[in-house]
């Protein structure tokens, strides 16, 4: 990957002169998948539950506690532990090696984020429709981004922007010590908190706001996800990074890249681009 080192802030030319796709091109097919099929893995075999998950998490923290409830899905077939982790193979099939992030993914029943009347595409690798002209994200997006942050590093805090449903966060909730996660859509921020009660996340906190003006009071953050794409960065977002710290963003209009940015020092960025992407956008102020 070409890195481009940045002085403080960020210009869109930083990113679009970057070499693109090589992370997807250059990904080797990966154990995890084939582990899968065997169900002998790191990540989590059919029929197993969510709290193995967390608990064989190599995070270094506690894990997020799911419910019960959660952790032993859905009876009602679209929630299987097997159609689950056919999505999650196929995830790694696209090039994410992330074995907790797989774990991670195979452990968030994301049917249970949808209308009913979706349910049925649940486990399709898509972005689905939950209203208010936004989308659930794609799963390989959510773990590719998440894969990216991570970069193999135990989490603390990180930050979401745009909470939308509120899966991203669910999935986050597993390699991340304690998860921030910001909407801007009132009616959205309401379909999260509904969503996510019932399972009982201990380690997510969820935030009605603008997003592109981060959490200062609680910052910095080790990891930041943008859910939406903007123009460019927010300036506020790459301030509350720590030094060390990754943020992942889908940024451009119609032409979208998904951009690496990580904190080399408290006044040095450097951005990568990773790979094309489509997500909606990154709109300031609250509904
Ligand atoms: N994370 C979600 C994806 C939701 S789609 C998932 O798990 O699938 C992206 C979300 O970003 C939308 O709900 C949109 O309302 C929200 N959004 C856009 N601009 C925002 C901003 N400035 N602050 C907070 N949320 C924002």
Not at 108 to 128: K, M, N, T
Request: charged residues 15%; proline residues 5%.
């Amino acid at each position: 990957m070409t890195n481009t080192e940045k002085k403080f802030p960020l210009s869109l030319s930083s990113v679009v002169d970057s070499r693109s796709a090589q992370a997807r091109q250059t990904a080797t097919p990966q154990t995890a998948l084939k582990n899968l099929a065997r169900g002998e893995s790191r990540a989590a075999p059919v029929n197993s539950v969510p709290k193995t998950v967390a608990a064989r998490s190599n995070s270094g923290h506690s894990g997020s506690g799911l419910s019960p409830a959660v952790a032993h899905g859905n009876p009602h077939g679209m929630g299987s532990d097997k159609i689950r982790h056919a999505m999650v193979a196929r995830v790694a099939q696209q090039g994410v090696q992330d074995a907790l992030v797989l774990d991670a993914l195979a452990a968030i029943p994301r049917h249970l984020f949808i209308e009913s009347g979706l349910s049925s595409q649940a486990y399709i690798d898509a972005s689905l429709p939950i209203g208010h002209h936004q989308t659930i994200s794609q799963p390989y997006i959510v773990a590719r981004m998440m894969e990216l942050m991570r970069n193999g590093r135990a989490l603390q805090h990180v930050l979401e922007i745009g909470t939308g449903c509120g899966y991203q966060a669910a999935v986050l909730s597993l390699v991340a010590k304690q998860v921030y996660s910001i909407e801007r859509i009132k009616a959205l921020h309401e379909l999260a908190k509904e969503n996510l009660r019932p399972m009982r996340i201990a380690n997510i906190r969820l935030h009605y706001g603008d997003g592109m003006l981060g959490l200062p009071q609680v910052a910095p953050f080790d990891g930041n996800i943008l859910a939406a794409a903007g123009l460019e960065v927010p300036q506020a977002l790459l301030m509350q990074l720590a030094v060390g710290g990754r943020l992942i963003a889908p940024v451009g209009s119609r032409s979208q890249v998904l951009q690496l940015t990580e904190r080399i020092s408290k006044d040095e960025w450097a951005a990568t681009t990773v790979e094309a992407c489509h997500f909606v956008p990154l709109r300031a102020g609250v509904i």
